[in-house]
């Protein structure tokens, strides 16, 4: 399990410290804060000094109200870029013909398991970057549930913006998509419209590791 992450003093993978400086840099109270994501004050307080973490669905929530994407939140030592009005900007150069689905030039920059950049989440669900440069839209991940771990409630579906990819490398990962649900074994993999509500969830008796991908833009 990778250590640290880089440019703050909260235990490793707390998002607390990083979701405070978004809320404080975009002026918002942390009452208000509660209020736009429809949890109490002193979750946020308890969440923001890394005593709690966030569901994957709350995540989301808050991303939603701060105009961030998860993916700033693996990041310590820097803002995110932003346009006049708040809104992330994806500042990587298109190869061609930019377009909704353009494909971006990443420097080639390997990254060791040590320095991957880490997110701990309520019910054992983790998700370590495997990215070396923050991607903007994207997120290229190592996730992890461990047993009996869930992206949400099981009363609970999330939906976002955007399109996900995923391989199982072990375990069992039960996804439910609107009213549909899909086991997955290693080797299966599975891509969706994260539009659709969605959780996943681990329903074996071992630990759940998969490669993820988020494409924050709809295909």
């Given at each position: 399990?990778?250590?640290?992450?880089?440019?703050?003093?909260?235990?490793?993978?707390?998002?607390?410290?990083?979701?405070?400086?978004?809320?404080?840099?975009?002026?918002?109270?942390?009452?208000?804060l509660?209020?736009?994501?429809?949890?109490?004050?002193?979750?946020?307080?308890?969440?923001?000094?890394g005593?709690?973490?966030?569901?994957?669905?709350?995540?989301?929530?808050?991303?939603?109200?701060?105009?961030?994407?998860?993916?700033?939140?693996?990041?310590?030592d820097?803002?995110?870029?932003?346009?006049?009005?708040?809104?992330?900007?994806?500042?990587?150069?298109?190869?061609?013909?930019?377009?909704?689905?353009?494909?971006?030039?990443?420097?080639?920059?390997?990254?060791?398991?040590?320095?991957?950049?880490v997110?701990?989440?309520?019910?054992?669900?983790?998700?370590?970057?495997?990215?070396?440069?923050?991607?903007?839209?994207?997120?290229?991940?190592?996730?992890?549930?461990?047993?009996?771990?869930?992206?949400?409630?099981q009363?609970?579906?999330v939906?976002?913006?955007?399109?996900?990819?995923?391989?199982?490398?072990?375990?069992?990962?039960?996804?439910?998509?609107?009213?549909?649900?899909?086991?997955?074994?290693?080797?299966?993999?599975?891509?969706?419209?994260?539009?659709?509500?969605h959780?996943?969830?681990?329903?074996?008796?071992?630990?759940?590791?998969?490669?993820?991908?988020?494409?924050?833009?709809?295909?």
């Amino acid at each position: 399990m990778p250590v640290a992450v880089r440019g703050t003093d909260s235990p490793s993978g707390h998002v607390g410290p990083r979701i405070r400086e978004r809320r404080l840099s975009r002026g918002l109270s942390l009452r208000q804060l509660a209020r736009d994501i429809d949890v109490s004050a002193s979750f946020i307080s308890q969440l923001e000094t890394g005593k709690v973490q966030p569901s994957v669905s709350t995540l989301f929530a808050i991303c939603a109200a701060l105009e961030i994407v998860p993916n700033d939140l693996f990041d310590g030592d820097a803002a995110p870029s932003t346009t006049p009005s708040g809104s992330a900007v994806d500042v990587r150069t298109p190869i061609a013909d930019p377009g909704p689905t353009s494909i971006f030039r990443a420097t080639a920059s390997p990254l060791h398991p040590h320095e991957r950049k880490v997110i701990q989440l309520d019910s054992g669900v983790t998700w370590e970057s495997l990215a070396p440069t923050r991607g903007g839209k994207t997120e290229f991940m190592l996730v992890r549930y461990e047993v009996g771990g869930s992206s949400t409630s099981q009363e609970r579906l999330v939906r976002h913006v955007g399109t996900e990819y995923g391989y199982v490398l072990q375990g069992t990962l039960e996804i439910t998509i609107g009213f549909d649900t899909y086991v997955l074994h290693a080797g299966d993999s599975l891509s969706f419209d994260s539009s659709r509500p969605h959780r996943l969830a681990n329903i074996g008796d071992d630990v759940v590791e998969a490669i993820w991908f988020n494409l924050e833009v709809n295909l």
